[in-house]
């Protein structure tokens, strides 16, 4: 079993940042990547970032050039710098981790507006 905990979601202005993080617990050793999905309202759950056990890393075309995932081992922590965020980025922001099944947390809301 894995948990996982999201924290950093706020209110932001455009072109603001954010720095989400998604602490892990349980039994990490068995995670193989853990990544970023968000949903916005009235829309289904979608890919944002993730980041495999050998440092790998992938983006969305959505948010390349803008958002950075990242992990700090000793902590059992990941994260994701949010940088130049767009109303369009504004949804509920999911971290996932990955064994032989997927574990989700429960989310943290990021919400983009003036």
């Known amino acids: 079993q894995v948990q996982l905990v999201e924290s950093g979601g706020d209110l932001v202005q455009p072109g603001g940042s954010l720095r989400l993080s998604c602490a892990a617990s349980?039994?990490?050793?068995?995670?193989?990547?853990m990544g970023w999905y968000r949903q916005a309202p009235g829309k289904e759950r979608e890919f944002v970032a993730v980041?495999?056990?050998?440092?790998?890393?992938n983006y969305a075309d959505s948010v390349k050039g803008r958002f950075t995932i990242s992990r700090d081992i000793a902590a059992n922590t990941m994260y994701l710098q949010m940088n130049s965020l767009k109303p369009e980025d504004t949804a509920v922001y999911y971290c996932s981790a990955e064994t032989y099944r997927v574990y989700w947390g429960r989310g943290t809301q990021v919400t983009v507006s003036s």
């Open positions: 980041i495999t056990f050998s440092g790998t890393t």
């Open positions: 349980g039994s990490i050793s068995r995670i193989n990547r």
